[in-house]
């Protein structure tokens, strides 16, 4: 009976194209200024500070740890100079996206600030082991890492009208986990990231195992370590028992069963997740 449900809950979001976001309207402007023959970091900054926002996140974030240098950059040109426009823009949609993960209802809104604040979390995690691997760029791993959950806020509006589903966690947990690939997909290729569709469809498939190991794999890894301390975690499988974990070259295994790596850049991640949350 329930997953008749979560069938006709994926209908009415099909049938109401509003219930699906639309890409952030500055972020399809630096995309326009990133594909013109011309486009160059004055032509970034200029429509990064429109956006008092975005604007603070783009310094902070270009005199963070990660591009530390003894000159930091004094606006946001030298900002955009210095993490490059590709880089930037993806930054940017990264923040800019947050406005998905909102609603006018208080429950639901609670529900959502709980699915932004673990896709922040995956967000910057994917993006610190992208570094560790060859054909992943980080800032493509960031933003797979907060698409893979971009179809959540569309569901919990949803289920507003479902409040036998909304208002019981495993009812609701399971309706996500069931609906939560179809829909960000349909976002993913609204957006026209196709790229993406991949990672969204594979969201919690651990046993995932493409000839091609990408983002979609990155990001499961990703997953796991951000998942910790939350109920999801108990889901997750070990990371040895995971494909992708044997396939990406991510370093070694602490006695907990995480990533070395991610021990050492606990600072790093911290402060990362910090600007993309404030």
Not at 34 to 53: C, Q, R, T, V, W
Not at 171 to 180: A, G, H, I, T, Y
Request: glycine share 6%.
């Amino acid at each position: 009976m329930m997953q008749e449900e979560y069938g006709e809950i994926f209908q009415k979001i099909c049938r109401n194209k509003s219930l699906l976001p639309a890409i952030p309207d500055t972020g399809l402007k630096i995309l326009s200024a990133l594909n013109h023959p011309s486009g160059n970091a004055k032509m970034f900054a200029k429509i990064i500070e429109s956006d008092m926002g975005l604007s603070g996140f783009i310094l902070k974030t270009s005199r963070s740890l990660r591009y530390l240098t003894r000159v930091p950059p004094k606006g946001v040109e030298q900002a955009v100079a210095r993490m490059g426009l590709r880089e930037t823009y993806h930054l940017s949609l990264t923040f800019l996206s947050r406005s998905v993960f909102r609603s006018s209802s208080k429950l639901i809104e609670g529900y959502i600030k709980e699915a932004y604040k673990l896709s922040t979390k995956v967000a910057v995690i994917s993006y610190f082991l992208a570094e560790k691997t060859n054909g992943v760029a980080p800032s493509d791993a960031m933003l797979a890492g907060l698409f893979q959950d971009i179809g959540v806020p569309s569901i919990l509006a949803t289920l507003e009208a479902y409040p036998n589903i909304l208002q019981n966690d495993q009812n609701r947990k399971e309706c996500v986990d069931m609906l939560s690939p179809k829909v960000g997909a349909m976002i993913m290729k609204q957006w026209g990231f196709d790229v993406m569709v991949d990672v969204v469809k594979n969201r919690k498939n651990w046993l995932l195992d493409n000839k091609q190991t990408g983002l979609a794999e990155l990001v499961l890894i990703a997953r796991v370590h951000a998942a910790i301390g939350t109920p999801e975690f108990r889901e997750c499988p070990p990371l040895f028992k995971i494909p992708a974990f044997h396939k990406l070259n991510l370093g070694e295994l602490g006695p907990d069963n995480t990533l070395k790596t991610l021990s050492e850049s606990k600072e790093e991640l911290a402060e990362m997740e910090r600007l993309l949350a404030a």
